[in-house]
């Protein structure tokens, strides 16, 4: 999924909640954040001596321990405001893949792209997977 089409997605739905499901069955808690969205760069050289350059995006969610009771997730308004601030500072590379990194616990932090999104009357539920 593209920044772009995730952030038409949110524009499109800012009543929702944002709800992100890193394995079947498994939820980011309630108490996420949105901590930080990197534009990211890299460049490389592979074995052949061939160039390589992508960019991406990546939204780091964090759990805070202090809301973990928490039972209902940020909205898609909210984080829509979140990357319009950052846009605004730092503007975002639109075109690119959007990832999301998390870890919590036992569970290693790991960057997650998106698997597909499932839209119901109240909630954007963001399927995601570690990709190979």
């Known amino acids: 999924m593209t920044t772009q ?5 949110l524009a499109n739905n800012p009543q929702k909640e944002l709800v992100f499901e890193y394995e079947a069955n498994q939820f980011i808690s309630a108490a996420y954040h949105i901590t930080e969205v990197k534009n990211v760069h890299f460049e490389s050289i592979d074995c052949g001596g061939n160039a390589h350059e ?7 969610l964090w759990i805070s321990p202090k809301d973990f009771l928490k039972t209902t997730c940020m909205s898609a308004e909210k984080a829509l ?7 605004g500072v730092k503007p975002l590379r639109k075109e690119t893949e959007i990832f999301f990194e998390y870890g919590y616990q036992d569970l290693r932090t790991s ?3 998106v698997e597909e999104v499932e839209a119901t009357e109240t909630q954007l539920i963001i399927r995601m ?4």
């Open 5 to 9: 089409a995730f952030l038409e997605l």
């Open 54 to 60: 992508e960019f991406q995006t990546i939204v780091q």
């Open 111 to 113: 960057v997650y792209s």
């Open 129 to 132: 997977f570690v990709p190979k």
């Open 81 to 87: 405001k979140i990357f319009n601030i950052v846009d």
